[in-house]
């Protein structure tokens, strides 16, 4: 026998491509929902099938009360029920075979607007620096460097409020 089972190498599986968003779209309001009461609304998630995906999980997040829903989909689109005006982050997980690593998408935001909307409230700022719950010291000016990222709907955020804390952050 020329081979020898010690020559032999399992077959790794291949890592799944990352999936590409296709809707609701990045940074605007979502208006091709379909309205089931005052409340609620149904909105059909789609996005590129991805390579050496088995299936996919769904991430959804309400950016007003950061809940967080992982939903399994074998494939796309999804239709999920959603709450109306409310702003939303949502991504897609990629999920290959066992022993391969999963690949996500970007991360969009979108606005899942109410009855009569005409104005959008911006999303919640993201903050970059200092990091949340960090402990900073002000430059040799007595001066420290805060940096955020807001987006809206509508380009018209007029100010910004800053809440600061020396404690722990609870207030």
């Known amino acids: 026998n020329k081979y020898s089972d010690s020559t032999k190498k399992e077959a790794r599986p291949l890592n799944p491509s990352s999936p590409t968003l296709i809707y609701p779209n990045n940074n605007e309001p979502c208006l091709e929902a379909i309205s089931l009461n005052d409340s609620q609304s149904q909105i059909a998630f789609n996005w590129n099938q991805s390579d050496n995906t088995d299936n996919y999980t769904l991430i959804i997040t309400n950016l007003s009360t950061n809940d967080t829903q992982e939903i399994p989909v074998s494939f796309p ?26 690949a996500e ?22 903050l970059l620096t200092p990091q949340a719950s960090s402990t900073v010291s002000a430059n040799n000016d007595g001066e420290i460097t805060l940096s955020w990222s807001a987006t809206d709907v509508d380009s018209d955020i007029a100010t910004y409020t800053l809440f600061m804390d020396t404690d722990d952050a609870s207030t």
């Open 105 to 126: 998408s970007d991360r969009w935001k979108f606005y899942l607007s109410g009855d009569a909307q005409t104005n959008y409230a911006p999303f919640p700022a993201e």
């Open 77 to 102: 689109p999804y239709t999920a029920t959603l709450s109306k005006a409310e702003p939303f982050a949502w991504r897609v997980r990629a999920n290959g075979e066992t022993g391969s690593t999963p």
